[in-house]
């Protein structure tokens, strides 16, 4: 498990990212893997990206997320949504429990040319046996290292105007929601939504030709993650702090 010290308090970023799981109460079993998410508080409360909803019915299905403590001690906790930014692709969910390790938001300036990491449960899987009907869940957090390449205001597919961070490693299944911290401390600079593939340059390009009637052109493209900005996340927490 990845460590970060700061200030001599180790601390470990699965205690603090969750896997978001949608759960079936009717047939006592969990059902999917919808995003991830990270606590933001010792309250319960964590982040994540909203657009990992999009398909949740909770007349069907409730959420559930499993995190993992110092020790190895897998936790599986029911959760609910309790906000939804109207502007940007964020949401607040909140577990029944107190004393969570958690993250700090940053406002530091961003470094394009210094390490950034995320830990996320892109390579988690859920396996029912139909013959026995026994369920395995494989819990399997991912850690990711790139840099920054870039900020900018984006306005597709965002409905407003967003500060994006781009980064350079992909955002797969499963990710969205994920913090983007710094690499040597647990101060979150944005979250992790999804990946665009930029084309590379016609030099990457090859085309084959057969004569006059047949012609194969292959394009290569580089897949880049997107974050939204710490300046959002903040905005949205203050938000969450004058809901009544």
Known sequence: MNQLEDKKIIYYPTESVTAIMTYSDREKRRTGVLGTGFFIN????????????DGYDENKESLLVMFVDRNEKVYNVKTKIIHKSKKYDIAALKINATNNACFKISNRKLLNNSDYMTVEFSRMSINRNDSTGIQTTFFNPSCRKGNIITTYISEYPESEPTKIIEV???VLQ??????????????????????????LTPAQTTIIHDGDHYSEETKYFLPVGRAIHFEHLIEFIDELKNLK
């Open 174 to 199: 499963g990710a969205s929601g994920a913090p983007l911290f710094e690499f040597d401390s647990p101060n979150v600079v944005g979250m992790i939504t999804y990946s665009i593939g930029y084309e």
């Open 42 to 53: 010792a309250n319960g409360v964590l982040l994540t990206a909203k657009h990992i909803f």
């Open 168 to 170: 350079s490693f992909p």
